[in-house]
T-cell receptor
Framework: DVKVTQSSRYLVKRTGEKVFLECVQDMDHENMFWYRQDPGLGLRLIYFSYDVKMKEKGDIPEGYSVSREKKERFSLILESASTNQTSMYLC???????????FGDGTRLSIL | AQSVTQPDIHITVSEGASLELRCNYSYGATPYLFWYVQSPGQGLQLLLKYFSGDTLVQGIKGFEAEFKRSQSSFNLRKPSVHWSDAAEYFCAVRLTGGFKTIFGAGTRLFVKA
């Protein structure tokens, strides 16, 4: 079974802090994704990566950056956390082509 | 622009009753179609997928979905709901030749005894 592991289930940070969310997958997937999930809005794509050191902006990249130094790891960075970034963050990965995405359990991030 | 619509924000069904969750998409060609389920505090789990061929696809946990090209729909069904099916369900569309998957806003299913 594919395993996508997010480093924290719950995280509480203060405004202005630099926040790192880590995601690791064990299936040698080329593609990795970061989403945020808010009630009534479904999942919105923040960034994705289709190869090591490659990244593409999604629909809501403002205030975020990402890093993919190794194939199995994809990090989401909040450069200066703000209260409107309080949300559930989901990481996903997939093979190339038409294969479905596999999701981690999510990180519920609160910015105070 | 491409979009996915799940018209029902929430649905309540009695245990043992049948279930249908609606999904419509807007896209010029036939996309890849998925249904995911999310239990509270968990990530999304793939229930089933449609790429091509037979328009009725079977998934895990007794779910099935039917692709109707003329209606741009991909509705999820289950003949007899169990209490453990209470969760949020997401329809998703992946554009052919692309990386991006578009998710609907979700339908929360409540199951009453």
């Amino acid at each position: 079974d594919v395993k996508v592991t997010q480093s924290s289930r719950y995280l509480v940070k203060r405004t202005g802090e630099k926040v790192f969310l880590e995601c690791v997958q064990d299936m040698d997937h080329e593609n990795m994704f970061w989403y945020r999930q808010d009630p009534g809005l479904g999942l919105r794509l923040i960034y994705f990566s289709y190869d090591v050191k490659m990244k593409e902006k999604g629909d809501i990249p403002e205030g975020y950056s990402v890093s993919r130094e190794k194939k199995e790891r994809f990090s989401l960075i909040l450069e200066s956390a703000s209260t409107n970034q309080t949300s559930m963050y989901l990481c996903a990965s997939s093979f190339q082509g038409n294969q479905p995405q596999h999701f981690g359990d999510g990180t519920r991030l609160s910015i105070l | 622009a491409q979009s996915v619509t799940q018209p029902d924000i929430h649905i309540t069904v009695s245990e043992g009753a049948s279930l249908e969750l609606r999904c419509n998409y807007s896209y010029g060609a036939t996309p890849y179609l998925f249904w995911y389920v999310q239990s509270p505090g968990q990530g999304l789990q793939l229930l089933l997928k449609y790429f091509s061929g037979d328009t009725l696809v079977q998934g895990i946990k007794g779910f099935e979905a039917e692709f109707k090209r003329s209606q741009s729909s991909f509705n999820l069904r289950k003949p007899s709901v169990h209490w453990s099916d209470a969760a949020e369900y997401f329809c998703a569309v992946r554009l052919t030749g692309g990386f991006k998957t578009i998710f609907g806003a979700g339908t929360r299913l409540f199951v009453k005894a």
